[in-house]
């Protein structure tokens, strides 16, 4: 019930506990971003959109769409300061039912299964860039158990606290920061220049208009993905109303700015033909910069980025199970927390699905099927600006999104073509997503019943 103060327990356990900084929130959401998707999408790309300026506008559009997620999220996280993500905003805007729709896909595979292939990613190119070690075991054998070790070192250290989840966050972070723009400013300063214009043509307007650029333009929305990272630690966020907005609006220019610079330098010292159609670009690219040697040190810089991506997720997915526990009776088990507010039950079962994931290899699968379903989470998320801003007008905003109403509806546009390429291209998959999602609501059924008295407690915290 609420105390005297009219905070519910749990929200004064998330006061209380507040310990991450603006550094660490922006750090989270960098981190989640960059991830494996920047690395490899140039080769699809260019295999349909020969100019170099309608390739670089790919991520420019690409970056300011997330940038307008971004805001439109700063808003809801400012009026609705609780942790979940879209599990608490779609709950408080539109119904319960609504927000554990969200929340049931973020608890079970919306987050283990990514990790799980930034895991195996990590295995592959770690054997690629150190092909010597454990030389004598299959390759494959060698990228399972590299993953899992990645995915359960990391889970140690979340488990043992936010201090020490945060400089790990924050260290991993820096250095792959760093290490990219050391990446970028070599090549332009050692790289071989290639025949290539990044100033527009009249050709590029029919390019930026094609279908290719359209197609291209929804994976590159999955390259920034995570830029609504921290809206799922609000709970353990120093002042959110104040660092949020700022955090998530710095993470995605940084990440902006990474990502137009880092396909700069792939196009400006290696062929296109040389690129399009090929997965692992940053190995192409660092051969042709740095020599033979370029593509183990570009599968080296792969790695060190996943390690911050997986650090990422592992932290923020099992904070989606701890709020939804802590409002259905029966997961409240989830709810759990140690002294320092780790929510351990929710990351031993996050860490417990992805090894499963990684045995059984099925994670790719996985995200094909769920990408929908994360999409209308997100849409529904950002329309819920606009719906907040017509039924609860009274309500406290400590930020308002920068040139409403166009901000959220540039991303609306830009997602609900997301929505239909999905549809359309992956109509099972896209299916089978929202089929995911409908059966949570029997699960809701199910977790929702209590006691009389408990169900009135749980009601009367909601409403704090």
Not at 117 to 143: H, I, K, N, Q
Not at 428 to 441: H, I, N, P, W
Request: hydrophobic share 55%.
């Amino acid at each position: 019930m609420p105390d005297q103060t009219g905070t519910a327990p749990g929200d004064q356990r998330s006061i209380d506990l507040a310990k991450v900084s603006a550094v660490t929130a922006t750090a989270i959401a960098v981190a989640d971003m960059i991830g494996i998707g920047v690395f490899t999408s140039l080769g699809f790309q260019a295999r349909g959109i020969p100019s170099a300026f309608s390739l670089i506008m790919l991520w420019v559009v690409g970056g300011i769409t997330a940038l307008c997620g971004a805001l439109s999220y700063a808003e809801l996280a400012a009026a609705l300061p609780r942790s979940g993500g879209e599990y608490n905003f779609l709950s408080r805007i539109y119904h319960p039912a609504v927000g554990f729709l969200a929340g049931w896909i973020s608890a079970t595979v919306g987050f283990a299964a990514p990790i799980a292939v930034a895991a195996m990613a990590f295995g592959t190119y770690f054997v690629g860039a150190f092909p010597d070690l454990l030389a004598g075991l299959p390759a494959a054998t060698r990228e399972l158990a590299l993953g899992l070790a990645l995915a359960w070192t990391v889970s140690l250290v979340h488990l043992s606290g936010l201090r020490q989840s945060s400089l790990f966050q924050n260290v991993s972070t820096a250095i792959k920061v760093v290490l990219i723009a050391g990446f970028i400013g070599a090549g332009f300063a050692f790289g071989t220049p290639q025949p290539i214009s990044f100033a527009p043509s009249a050709q590029d307007l029919g390019y930026i208009l094609s279908a290719p650029f359209a197609i291209s333009l929804v994976f590159v929305m999955y390259s920034y993905s995570g830029w609504n990272a921290a809206t799922y630690i609000i709970g353990e966020v120093r002042d959110p109303e104040r660092t949020l907005p700022r955090s998530l609006l710095t993470a995605t220019l940084v990440v902006l700015t990474l990502y137009v610079a880092l396909n700069a330098v792939f196009l400006y010292t290696t062929p296109i033909a040389k690129m399009a159609g090929q997965l692992n670009v940053a190995q192409i690219a660092g051969a042709h910069i740095f020599g033979e040697a370029g593509g183990r040190l570009a599968a080296a810089l792969i790695c060190i980025g996943l390690v911050s991506a997986v650090s990422a997720m592992v932290w923020i997915g099992p904070r989606v199970t701890m709020v939804i526990g802590e409002d259905l009776p029966g997961l409240r088990f989830f709810a759990r927390t140690t002294r320092a507010g780790v929510p351990t039950p929710a990351i031993l079962f996050q860490l417990a699905v992805i090894t499963v994931l990684l045995f059984t290899q099925s994670f790719e699968a996985v995200i094909d099927y769920i990408q929908f379903s994360l999409t209308v989470c997100t849409f529904l998320a950002v329309l819920g600006v606009i719906v907040l801003r017509w039924t609860q007008p009274e309500l406290k905003r400590p930020y308002r999104v920068w040139a409403y109403p166009l901000t959220p509806v540039v991303f609306l546009l830009v997602t609900g073509f997301m929505m239909y390429y999905l549809i359309t291209h992956r109509p099972l998959q896209s299916l089978a997503g929202v089929l995911t999602m409908l059966a949570g609501l029997v699960v809701f059924a199910v977790s929702r019943r209590a006691a009389p008295g408990q169900a009135a407690a749980l009601s009367s915290a909601r409403k704090t």
